[in-house]
């Protein structure tokens, strides 16, 4: 079906702006999967803030101009599936990971972080990244160590001291 001018127009506009607010983005073939399962996977990149958006590819290429996102260029191939992470660069990688080990006819064909072009094999690399959630919870507990080694050592301090008076104590005491 023909699209008209103004509407592709629209929908180059929509990816620029999401491609330019994104962090990373995954591309998938979607060939073969149902209806049904392609609801049910945009039902769960909402929950996780992810955009998907299936564009064809030749408004797909003028829309990623001027983004970070240029280098999938090449990728742009087939019926392609764009994930586009909002909040958590692991998140789209994370979801597509797990949807194309439900359905075997969904295939990743490569993903973009920071303006660089990596391979499908490369997405457990984006979808092992920690959420930020994670990440601020690693910080907090590497930040907090230093801090609950030194209340330690001088609680331990007082109690030192008591045990050596203790045993001066027990010493004289005996000798006594």
Do not use: W
């Not at 003028?62 to 599936?81: K, M, Q």
């Not at 586009?84 to 990688?93: C, K, V, W």
């Not at 990743?108 to 930020?132: S, Y």
């Amino acid at each position: 079906m023909a699209i008209r001018l103004e509407d592709k127009k629209a929908i180059v506009a929509e990816v620029n702006e999401t491609a330019g607010n994104a962090l990373s983005v995954v591309l998938a073939d979607y060939r073969g999967v149902t209806s049904g399962d392609m609801t049910a996977l945009r039902a769960k990149a909402r929950a996780e803030n992810v955009n998907l958006k299936v564009v064809r590819n030749n408004l797909a290429k003028i829309a990623i101009r001027g983004t970070e996102f240029e280098c999938i260029d090449e990728a742009l191939v087939g019926p392609t599936i764009l994930a586009f992470s909002m909040e958590d660069p692991g998140a789209a990688a994370r979801l597509l990971k797990d949807f194309a080990k439900e359905n075997e006819a969904f295939e990743i064909k490569a993903l973009a972080v920071g303006g660089e072009l990596m391979g499908a094999e490369q997405i457990d690399r984006l979808a092992k990244l920690p959420t930020l959630h994670e990440a601020l919870t690693k910080l907090a507990v590497v930040t907090q160590a230093p801090i609950t080694k030194l209340a330690r050592s001088l609680n331990d301090i007082p109690g030192r001291i008591t045990r050596v008076i203790a045993a001066v104590r027990d010493e004289k005491r005996d000798a006594a």
